[in-house]
């Protein structure tokens, strides 16, 4: 132990650590859970305790592990604790479950009633699924990915898998069955999934008490972090590894740190409920909250414990802070998406940045589209974490390849890309038919290749079939057309929607699906700018990404984008929230139920505490939807901050030079111009955006604030969307597109909403 430093450890420990966690760190025995809220320096608490008792109370490292969930936290873990107590000093096991289960289940293999020889990587496994799926003819009603989704779900919520598939049957009635083949092959093969390490880890602790009673005499002292994340089996493995038969704590120490406020991540099997009720299980639990937080200025903590106390299912604590300051937080209330990706856009050119690029985060991923269109107007280099940027996902590319093919049929690569996507049963054999017939035919299109196949009697019936059915779909498609009605036959004609739909599970389908939603959003928004052709339109987004691979070269990322799910871990100094709407954040799936609404706030939560200076949290009125704008809710999270923590200004008709004066003011920075100057402090801080109704009304004599795309309201026909504005013998007309249909009225008779 000579490599042991334990007086720079013991200074670190009585300078660097607040008295909470000096009490996590220094209780030596016992069982602990850690209630460690955001930016309270948990990774800094569970590596400290884990050097003090191989350093201060002699702790042999054999008899300690430490479980996380990534590789990357795991070696963030080693290097920490090896600043602490030497480079050359043995350390414990600290890794993933399920690095540490099959470490167990290979060092006693010979316990295992079936061999078990290796691991299936997701590539095997879909291999084996896919088998079992063409064998059942089951490929009309699910994919290998989507049943191994199921699957895995269904392990990671029961301990016993087989005593819980009845309950899923009835939705799916053919689960059991392939759930059933697929463990077969797998036994056949002498393998295991990656659940498997853990179910059988799980059940050897069981039904083995020889195994558990070796284990539990070698291991001691037990330490998980992140626990808010764990499902049902890695609990259940935590209560055989920790306790007797007779459920009594075995260990001397087990400690336990994370932040129920930060469980967002139900969708992968991860229950709030192992933390919430660990005392259940653990009775002698003390509970030791870290409450200060070393990330963030105290109004923005203000605003997260105003929205997370709300809710119910949850440890009750207070983050707070030294670093002090006022006004951090603003809501802006934007028109629409587009003026949104605008105001947003002038933030970023506003903000001293000094090289901290600025996070904007949304709830999902279509809403990066408009963002992204913003910044590159405005050559603001941008970066998307965990994500791909609008124009680069596989379905948009999919649906821009049919068009490109419809306005060049001689798009090689697009067709390609199209010919059997969704799947018609042409693959690659064909393929290579097809592009033989091209080489032999250099100056056919991809129609006239086709119809050479198809007369040529060459092809079995059924891929003659499918290649008639996908060269009538470009009959009826012109490089003239509107892309929104192109695009539209497209989905009808090749049900692209329900390809996505089977060949994804229903998280990333669904998000796949609005994706393709927010294309045609997209689409009819440029057609009513005058972009009216497939051709046109095709130009539009290739010059858009010819201008974003250009500036993103050479220039620094001024901003990173992403979902508030990828910003766990993250932080920065300023954040921008996007979105705060009803059905959106909170998302729809969650109006109605209680614990998807919780798990909501968590999210926004997770995004508040992201920001260290500055929070920019952005609400629309409306959303383009279907050609139309449809008016939008605000979010009830918004109505959770206390009224005196953030200012609520109306955006709705702000100019580029409104929103870069009103930020300037906010971050106290002078503009270079003085001229047209508007004051913030009076009618446009409204503590609700519903009451900034103030905007200048058109009928007014003597404005001209009418605008393409405004909103406006008739007496007769409603609600409705200016296309069109024309100024004749002193009266000025509007064309209006009303959802009975569009009309040309006097603008005396409408009013701006």
């Not at 209330?333 to 605008?342: I, K, M, W």
């Not at 999902?364 to 941008?382: D, G, V």
């Not at 209006?736 to 008779?749: E, P, Q």
Request: hydrophobic fraction near 35%.
């Amino acid at each position: 132990m000579s490599s042991i430093l334990p007086s720079s450890l013991a200074d670190f420990i009585q300078q660097e650590l607040n008295p909470t966690q000096q009490q996590a760190v220094l209780t030596k025995n016992g069982i602990l859970l850690v209630v460690a809220g955001a930016g309270s320096g948990k990774t800094r608490v569970i590596t400290t305790r884990i050097a003090h008792l191989i350093a201060h109370e002699h702790v042999a490292p054999k008899s300690m592990l430490a479980l996380t969930f990534t590789n990357k936290a795991a070696q963030e873990m080693r290097e920490r604790i090896k600043f602490f107590i030497g480079h050359h000093t043995e350390l414990p096991f600290i890794g993933t479950f399920h690095a540490y289960c099959l470490r167990l289940l290979k060092q006693n293999a010979h316990l295992l009633p079936t061999p078990f020889l290796s691991i299936l990587d997701e590539d095997d496994q879909h291999k084996l699924l896919n088998a079992i799926i063409h064998r059942n003819n089951l490929s009309k009603r699910t994919t290998a990915k989507k049943l191994s989704y199921q699957i895995s779900q269904l392990k990671n919520n029961a301990v016993d898998p087989e005593e819980h598939l009845h309950a899923l049957t009835w939705s799916s009635p053919f689960i059991k069955d392939a759930y059933h083949a697929y463990e077969r092959e797998k036994q056949a093969s002498h393998c295991l999934d990656f659940d498997d390490l853990l179910l059988h880890t799980v059940k050897l602790l069981k039904t083995n008490n020889t195994f558990k009673q070796q284990l539990q005499t070698n291991i001691r002292h037990i330490l998980v972090d992140e626990y808010q994340d764990t499902n049902v089996v890695q609990h259940a493995l935590l209560k055989e590894l920790a306790r007797d038969q007779n459920s009594s704590v075995i260990v001397d120490s087990l400690c336990v740190v994370g932040d129920e406020d930060q469980s967002i991540y139900s969708w992968r099997g991860a229950t709030v409920a192992n933390i919430v009720d660990f005392k259940e299980d653990f009775p002698q639990t003390i509970t030791i909250k870290i409450e200060q937080n070393y990330r963030s200025v105290q109004p923005i903590l203000h605003c997260a414990n105003g929205i997370i106390q709300h809710n119910t299912n949850r440890n009750p604590k207070n983050l707070w802070s030294e670093r002090i300051g006022n006004d951090r937080i603003r809501v802006i209330s934007c028109l629409s998406e587009y003026q949104e990706g605008e105001m947003i856009a002038q933030f970023l050119k506003t903000t001293p940045q000094k090289n901290h690029p600025i996070a904007i985060l949304y709830r999902a991923h279509h809403q990066s589209r408009a963002i992204e269109e913003a910044l590159i107007k405005h050559s603001i280099p941008y970066t998307i974490i965990g994500g791909i940027m609008f124009y680069e996902r596989k379905e948009i590319k999919d649906l821009l390849a049919y068009l490109r093919l419809a306005a060049n049929p001689f798009d090689r690569a697009s067709f390609s890309r199209i010919i059997n996507c969704p799947q018609r049963g042409l693959g690659e054999k064909f393929e290579e038919m097809f592009y033989e017939q091209w080489r032999t035919e250099p100056l056919y299109d991809f129609k006239q290749v086709a119809h050479a196949l198809i007369t040529q009697d060459h092809l079995p019936r059924t891929k003659k079939a499918a290649l008639i059915t996908f060269t009538t779909l470009f009959e009826t498609i012109s490089p003239t057309d509107r892309p929104s009605a192109a695009l539209e036959r497209i989905l009808s004609m090749t049900a692209y929607m329900t390809y996505l739909k089977n060949a994804h599970e229903s998280q990333e389908a669904e998000t796949r699906m609005d994706n393709v939603k927010e294309l045609l959003h997209a689409v009819r928004y440029l057609e009513e700018q005058g972009i009216t052709t497939i051709t046109h339109f095709l130009d539009e987004v290739s010059l858009m990404q010819e201008k974003l691979s250009t500036q993103t070269t050479d220039q620094k990322v001024s901003a990173v984008l992403m979902t508030l799910h990828a910003a766990k871990g993250l932080e920065f100094d300023n954040v921008v929230i996007a979105g705060l709407e009803e059905a959106l954040l909170p998302s729809s799936r969650s109006l109605h139920d209680t614990e998807n609404l919780e798990e909501e706030r968590r999210l926004l939560y997770v995004g508040v505490t992201r920001a260290k200076e500055r929070l920019l949290l952005s609400t629309c009125r409306y959303r383009y939807t279907y050609g139309q704008m449809s008016a939008q809710s605000t979010s009830r999270f918004l109505d959770e901050i206390p009224t005196q923590l953030a200012q609520h200004h109306d955006a709705s008709s702000w100019s580029a030079i409104d929103a870069q004066r009103y930020y300037t003011q906010w971050l106290g920075i002078q503009l270079a111009s003085t001229t047209n100057v508007l004051t913030f402090s009076g009618a446009y801080q409204k503590q609700s955006v519903e009451h900034a109704k103030t905007i200048p009304n058109p009928t007014t004599k003597g404005t001209t604030t009418w605008k393409r795309n405004q909103p406006v309201i008739h007496a007769t026909f409603g609600t409705g969307i200016i296309q069109s504005i024309e100024p004749k013998d002193g009266t000025t007309y509007l064309t209006i597109a009303f959802k009975g249909g569009s009309k040309k009225i006097d603008a005396k008779f409408v009013k701006i909403l």
